[in-house]
């Protein structure tokens, strides 16, 4: 079985496993049969919104990661809108000339500010595909930075012809799922939280096979857990070739 992993963070200060823990990680992915992953940074270092050099620092930390392992780690550049669009168009360049492929957005903003408008130019610009995190809001009440499924389809209607990636299936949920029903330049990926019977069945119904992927949020969650999300859902076995392998291949146009 092929499985490409489209969220994770191999360097995380918050787990203090170091600096080996970036090939700890890879080397468990190697292990589950993960053959490309890509490497989101550790988006929530120093605080939710980090400076110019902070940011430069998590993006650098990622350029390591993916020449340490060639071929087997796709870096996306992390962001924090709110330092305005002349930081974030350099940043942005600056990552595409080391072979970075996306851009990911955490918590400094809500998808749906203004801000996000020269991200998603820089986006659009590069060819890049965006990944924003996302969790439903209706329990927690910091919706000021904390994008919803909602605000990630009034980020998708804005601008269409961005690819973007919803994080966190099960943080999204149900009405998560319905919310992007109608973005077609939207995936979800199957990250967020333990594992909901038939959540993952209920998306593939909804939003086709090809617009979910396989992330795991590793080491913030288990790679087996994530996997097994799929492998143990009633999903054919072509179903999940492409939820495990073949939508993500074809997304970052891996060779
Ligand atoms: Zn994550």
Request: proline share 5%; hydrophobic share 45%; with cysteine.
């Amino acid at each position: 079985m092929r499985i490409i992993d489209v969220h994770t963070h191999p360097i995380l200060r918050e787990d203090q496993r170091g600096p080996a823990g970036a090939a700890q990680l890879i080397r468990r992915a190697r292990a589950h049969g993960i053959e490309h992953l890509v490497a989101l940074g550790d988006v929530l270092a120093f605080s939710r919104m980090q400076t110019a050099e902070q940011v430069q620092l998590i993006n650098d930390e990622t350029a390591a990661v993916m020449r340490a392992h060639p071929h087997f780690v796709t870096g996306f550049c992390y962001l924090n809108p709110l330092l305005g669009p002349s930081v974030v168009e350099a940043e942005v360049a600056r990552c595409v000339a080391r072979g970075f492929r996306g851009l990911k957005l955490e918590i400094a903003n809500n998808a749906r500010d203004a801000c996000m408008a020269p991200v998603m130019r820089a986006a659009e610009q590069h060819g890049l595909v965006v990944l924003q995190h996302a969790w439903s809001m209706t329990n927690i009440h910091q919706r000021r930075f904390h994008t919803d499924p909602e605000d990630v389809a009034t980020l998708a209607q804005r601008f269409p012809r961005v690819p973007i990636i919803m994080a966190h299936l099960t943080g999204c949920g149900v009405r998560g799922i319905l919310a992007v029903k109608g973005c077609l330049n939207v995936v979800v990926d199957t990250s967020g939280a333990a594992p909901e019977a038939g959540l993952v069945e209920f998306a593939v119904e909804q939003l086709g096979a090809r617009r979910v992927l396989y992330g795991s949020d590793a080491p913030v969650r288990d790679f087996g857990v994530a996997l097994a999300r799929i492998t143990g859902s009633r999903l054919d076995a072509r179903t999940q070739r492409m939820l495990l392998h073949d939508n993500a291949s074809a997304l970052l146009r891996l060779p």
